[in-house]
């Protein structure tokens, strides 16, 4: 299991590679309830690249602040790929970021559905220059943990991609 002090070195290296590159990150959470933006915050001058991020636990967050799509959220439901990447896209709009990342997920201990055990999480990412991104994972640690490794999996997603568009 990874360890909190590890995802803010993380974040560290991501913020380090963002500000390198004069870009600017956004966050879209749901499950996550900020952790992302917190353990980016965690890192003195992180206004330089950080410029903000959005926690939408329930549909109307989603579609009012992201502009996630109603029809999305009842066909497909809150936990999935397309609201992941949605939720990324508004973020990118919203921010006027370069790269946003988005993270919508069951952390549990329960709330788990059919095709969707708790634990399941969608990590999408994407960039002012068209990258698209997205992962499903489905960790099997508690609450606490099933954040934290979205969060890190999520931080790891932007550094791939930075180290990818060098």
């Not at 990118?92 to 559905?113: E, K, N």
């Amino acid at each position: 299991m990874i360890t909190e002090a590890e995802v803010v070195a993380l974040a560290g290296r991501v913020g380090d590679q963002l500000r390198a590159r004069k870009m600017l990150c956004a966050t879209a959470e749901s499950c996550t309830g900020g952790l992302i933006g917190h353990l980016i915050t965690e890192t003195p001058g992180c206004s330089d690249y950080f410029v903000g991020g959005a926690i939408v636990y329930n549909y109307a967050a989603k579609e009012h602040v992201l502009g996630v799509q109603h029809e999305t959220l009842l066909g497909e439901g809150a936990v999935s790929y397309t609201v992941a990447q949605q939720m990324a896209q508004g973020a990118l709009r919203v921010y006027g970021a370069d790269v946003a990342v988005a993270v919508t997920g069951i952390a549990g201990p329960g709330g788990g559905l059919p095709g969707k055990p708790t634990g399941t999480v969608y990590i999408h990412l994407s960039t002012a220059d068209g990258v698209e991104r997205g992962e499903r994972f489905v960790w099997d640690a508690d609450r606490s943990g099933n954040k934290l490794l979205s969060a890190g999996a999520a931080l790891q997603m932007i550094l791939d991609y930075l180290a990818s568009s060098v």
